[in-house]
């Protein structure tokens, strides 16, 4: 298989915003690896074994679902001999937090690593970092097409959205999880840093794709900015919807 590529992020500090609830709330983060790139289609035909070869090996995997995400991380692990960081009952997914394996980055390292030490929407040029809809491209481009930010990763902004561990808003979304970053037919309003959409764990999108990381943790249900705890306490807060947002029930 293709090698997967980590950068080796730092510890810090990284403020998120919950948009429902009018809440910030400030992370700390212990060093932990990302991957330079997306995964590719390449990388993902190989491992999870679907045996065909794609026309353009170097652009982002898409219309691949969270679940399917998980399973390529779990495959990658036992491919290089590591602990997965993912087991399964029917639907559900548990995430070992010790694990050295391959994982989705949570939401806020996500985000830490996207900003590379920025605070404003961008980590530079729009149009130097990100495919965006004012390129006019009609399906992802390779990776690595556009500048990287400070800590090397590229694309983190524009091309496809990523899929994060971190469930959206599970009072009003159920299971639906985390994407970050915008993809090639968005404007500019919705590639940037801190925007948050979400899906059901079985959806898959063309322009909807992942990145890995790394990293084992000593707490058993929370690491890096998310909690077991809180999740169940999230799913039973409500209160009145930002306008433009659509609940389940």
Known sequence: MQD??????PSGTVMLHDARRKLRRMVSLEPFEIG????????????LGEGEEHPHPRRPAVD??????????????????????????????????????????????????????STGPHYGLLRDVAWTAADGASSPRDVGGKMPNL????D??????????????????????VFRGGGFADESYNVRASV???????????????????GGFDARDEAQGWSAAADRERALQDGPLPTGWTPLR
Do not use: K
């Open 36 to 47: 330079v790139f997306a995964v590719t289609q390449e990388q993902i035909s190989e491992l």
């Open 196 to 214: 948050r959409r979400g899906g059901g764990p079985r959806m898959h999108h063309d322009d909807l794709g992942f990145r890995v990381a790394r």
């Open 4 to 9: 997967i590529e980590l950068a080796r992020i």
């Open 156 to 177: 983190t902004l524009g091309n496809v959205w990523e899929w994060c561990w971190d469930l959206l808003d599970p009072a009003r979304y159920g299971d639906y999880r």
């Open 64 to 117: 691949v679902s969270w679940q399917r995400a998980i399973r390529f991380c779990n495959a990658a692990s036992e491919w290089e001999g590591l602990d997965p960081a993912y087991t399964f009952d029917g639907e559900d997914v548990t995430w070992h937090v010790d694990s050295d394996g391959y994982r989705l980055p949570t939401e806020a390292e996500w985000e830490y690593a996207c900003r590379a030490g």
């Open 151 to 154: 800590f090397g990763l590229f």
